[in-house]
């Protein structure tokens, strides 16, 4: 049974930072995996925010954290991250990871419906 397990979110005030963290457990292979930080604001559409290659390769980050938000993992620890600095109000959204094995998502990275696993989500709020 995969799992994947946010933690780390909560209430900051912008200009802070934050370090979240996606727990998997139940994958084949860790590393095997496309994995990717996906957020989502009341009312609105789920938003592309970073996504990192199997081997930690090929980043990728939205422009609108681009500079701000670093995506990393930890292939012995099963773990991916995303350090979140000088967060803005308009950050605000339930964030969430995604984990895919497939070669879609290799090529289109940024596309929520490539990725077949999902966290529950970590609730991030900025006050301004």
């Known amino acids: 049974q995969v799992q994947l397990v946010e933690s780390g979110g909560g209430l900051v005030q912008a200009g802070g930072s934050l370090r979240l963290s996606c727990a998997a457990s139940?994958?084949?292979?860790?590393?095997?995996?496309?994995m990717a930080w996906f957020r989502q604001a009341p009312g609105k559409e789920r938003q592309f925010v970073a996504s990192?290659?199997?081997?930690?390769?090929?980043?990728d980050s939205a422009d609108s954290v681009k500079g701000r938000f670093t995506i990393s993992r930890d292939n012995a620890k099963n773990t991916l991250y995303l350090q979140m600095n000088s967060l803005k109000a308009e950050d605000t959204a339930v964030y969430y990871c995604?984990?895919?094995?497939?070669?879609?998502?290799?090529?289109?990275?940024?596309?929520?419906?490539?990725?077949?696993?999902w966290g529950q989500g970590t609730q991030v709020t900025v006050s301004s």
């Open positions: 995604a984990a895919d094995a497939s070669w879609t998502v290799v090529l289109d990275p940024r596309n929520p419906i490539k990725y077949k696993y």
């Open positions: 990192i290659g199997r081997s930690g390769g090929e980043p």
């Open positions: 139940g994958l084949m292979t860790f590393s095997g995996y496309t």
